[in-house]
C-alpha cells in the first residue's frame, strides 16, 4: 500500500504535464492569428509559410524569457495546506477547462484569450476544491480583470497613433511601393510578434508544469525552472503555431476589418511592444486582447476603412465569458474526479477532454477553413450567397423555374464552377 | 494577497510608454524611410535606407533591452 502511493502520484503527475503540453499546443494554434493574421490577410506571407515563421520566432522566444513563468499562478489562488495529489487534480482540471474553451472558441473562430481560460479554469477548479475562499481576488481584479480591461485599449491607443502617424508620412506614396514595401516591415512587426508571444505565452505552461512539479516534491518552490520544460513547453506551442489555427486567422486577419499593409505593420509593432514590455514586467498580459485592441485601433485610424463592429461584439462577448466558463468547466471536472478518487479521476477528466475535443474537432470538418481560404474575402459569400437567391427567387417568380426544384438547379450549377 | 494599485499603476504607464516609443515610433521611422525612397530628391535615398536601418536597430535594441534589461542593464 505504502508502496502505491508514489506510483499513483506520479501517473497522476505524468497526466497533468501532458495535457499542460495539449494546452500549450492548443493556445499557440489558437494564438498563430494575433502575429500572423494580417500579414496573411494582406498577403505579405503566403498561409503556410506564415505559420512557419511564426513557429519557428515562437521557439526562440520561449527561451528568451521566463519572468511570466514565475508569476502565474502565485496570487491568483491559494494552494497553500493543499496536499501534493488534490493540488495536481486542481491543475489538471484547470487545464482541462482552459482546453475545452480554447478549442470551443477556435470551433467559432472567435479570437478569446488562452491566458484567462486557464486562469480561469484554474480558479473554478479551486473553488470546487477549497471553497471560494481560495481564491485571491485581490490578485485576480490585479492580475486578470483589470489588465484585461486596459491591454485592448492601451494596444488600440498603440497602434491607432502609429497607424494615423504612418498614413501622415505615407499620404502620396504610390500603391506600388505601398505593396512592395510596406511588405518587408509588416514581415519583420510580425516576426518581432511572434517572439514576443513565445517569451509570453509559452511561460505559462511552463508555469503550470513548475507548479505541478512543485506538488508531486520532485521540486523545490525556489527551484529554478528545469531545461526540459522550457524545451518541451517551447516545442508544443512552437507545434501547435505551425498547424495555424485558420479559422481564428481569418477572424482577426478579415473579420474585424479589412487591413491594409501599412495598418498591418503598425498593428503588429504595437502589439509585439506592448507583449514584449509586459513579458519583461512579469505581467501576464492576454496577447490576443492586445492583438485584437491593435487590428481594432488601427482601423479605426483609417478613414478608408470600416471596422465591423458586430464581428468585435461577438469576439467582446467571447472575453466576457471566457473567465467564467472555463472555471464551470474545471470546477465541473473537479467534482466528477472526486466521485472516482484522485488517479481515476484524472484518467476519467482526460477522457472527457479527449472525447469533446475529438467531438469539436469533427463538427469543425463540416465548414473547412484551411490554408487555401484562409484569406478569401470576409463579405464576398455573403454578397454572392444574396445574390444567388435573389436570381432564383426571380426566376420562380417569373415562371421560369418551378418553385420544388431550385435547390437541384443550383447544386447542377455549383459542379460545373467546380470544374 | 492585497491589491497594489501603485504597482499596477507603474506597470501600466510603461507599457504604454514603451508601446508608444517603440510601437508607434518604429512604423513612424520606417514610413519616413519609405517615403524618403520614393522621393526623388538627391541624396533621399541614402536617408531612407538609414531609416530603415534605424527600424531594425530600434527593434532589436528593444528585444536586447526588454528580455535582457536586467542582466545587462539591471533594468
Redesign the interface.
Known sequence: MVKTVPVTELAILVIVVLVALAFDFTNGFHDTANAMAPSVATGALKPKAAVALSASLNLVGAF??IEVARTVGS?IVDLTGVDGESLMLIVLCGLTGAIIWNVLTWLFGLPSSSSHALFGGLIGATIAALGITGV?W??V??KIL?PAL?APV??G???F???W??HR??RR??ER?ERK??RW?QI??AS?MS?AHG?NDAQKTMGVIFLALVAHGTLDPEADMPLWVRVVCAVAIAAGTYMGGWRVIRTLGKGIVDISP?QG??AD??????I??????G?P?STTHVASGSVIGSGMARTDAKVRWSVARRMLVAWLITLPAAGAVGAACFLLAGLFGHLWGSIVVTAILIAACAAMWLRSRASHVGHHNVADEWEQPKKERKREIDRELSAVASGIAPVSRPRKRKKRKDRGGDR | MGFDLGALGVAIVSVLTVGLLLGAGIPLVYALGIRSIESERPGSTAVGRALLALCVVLALAGIVVIVFGKQLFGI
Open positions: 528568451l524569457s496570487g485571491l485581490g490578485g481584479a490585479q483589470i486596459l492601451i494596444a491607443l498603440v497602434a497613433t502609429g497607424t502617424l504612418v508620412a505615407t506614396i504610390s511601393s514595401d510596406f516591415g519583420g512587426a518581432l517572439l517569451t501599412r505593420m503598425s509593432f504595437s502589439s509585439a511592444s506592448i514584449l514590455t509586459s513579458s519583461h514586467l505581467l498580459l
